[in-house]
């Protein structure tokens, strides 16, 4: 069974510090890795996705992958109480491409 | 707007009844997906599907049932065989299918609680 696996949290913050959040996942082949910010109650919202190892910036938001040790980090940078939310991390392996698996999310709490 | 349009936003289920949540979305997308999010969990597909008349079971099809006969609608029904389907019921899409890198939108979701 391919997994990908979070922290649960809460990761608690103060205002305007940069808030890591971490994902790994078991599927050596995976290709496609998304971030997605989930308000309580509320459905799911893409916020970044990566394809390529490396740093991609978007805003206050940084998507990290490290496909060698099947990483796949995300920085927000200058924390707002606004970005309180589950963060699920979301990859699509090769040999299931139209499948994404999604893990149980990290909650980042921001302090104001 | 384009979107992903779920309905209703609240649902409840009577012993021995089966119920359709709706999900329409006029983005264009090919591909549209069913999800049960239960509380502090992720997302659990249910049923997807690529094109119209074709669909495919998830990790958690059985009790639940779909129909794909227009690229716009994709309802999800959870039958009476469902045994516990109080859970938050999310409905994805996505441009093109099989061994695309493009990723999910969601609509805004269906509450379905157990009367």
């Known amino acids: 069974q391919k997994e990908v696996e979070q922290n649960s949290g809460p990761l608690s913050v103060p205002e305007g510090a940069i808030a890591s959040l971490n994902c790994t996942y078991s599927d050596r082949g995976s290709q496609s890795f998304f971030w997605y910010r989930q308000y309580s109650g509320k459905s799911p919202e893409l916020i970044m996705s990566i394809y390529s190892n490396g740093d991609k910036e978007d805003g206050r938001f940084t998507a990290q992958l490290n496909k060698a040790s099947q990483y796949v980090s995300l920085l927000i940078r200058d924390s707002q109480p606004s970005d309180s939310a589950t963060y699920l991390c979301a990859v699509r392996g090769v040999d299931s491409s139209y499948k994404l698996i999604f893990g149980s999310g990290t909650r980042l709490l921001v302090r104001p | 707007d384009g979107g992903i349009t779920q309905s209703p936003k609240y649902l409840f289920r009577k012993e021995g009844q089966n119920v359709t949540l709706s999900c329409e979305q006029n983005l264009n997308h090919d591909a549209m997906y069913w999800y049960r999010q239960d509380p502090g969990q992720g997302l659990r597909l249910i049923y997807y599907?690529?094109?119209?008349?074709?669909?495919q079971k998830g990790d958690i099809a059985e009790g639940y049932s779909v129909s794909r006969e227009k690229k716009e609608s994709f309802p999800l029904t959870v039958t009476s065989a469902q045994k516990n389907p109080t859970a938050f019921y999310l409905c994805?899409?996505?441009?093109?299918?099989?061994?695309?890198?493009?990723?999910?939108?969601f609509g805004d979701g269906t509450r379905l609680s157990i009367l």
């Open positions: 994805a899409s996505s441009i093109g299918g099989v061994g695309g890198n493009q990723p999910q939108h």
């Open positions: 599907s690529q094109i119209v008349n074709d669909f």
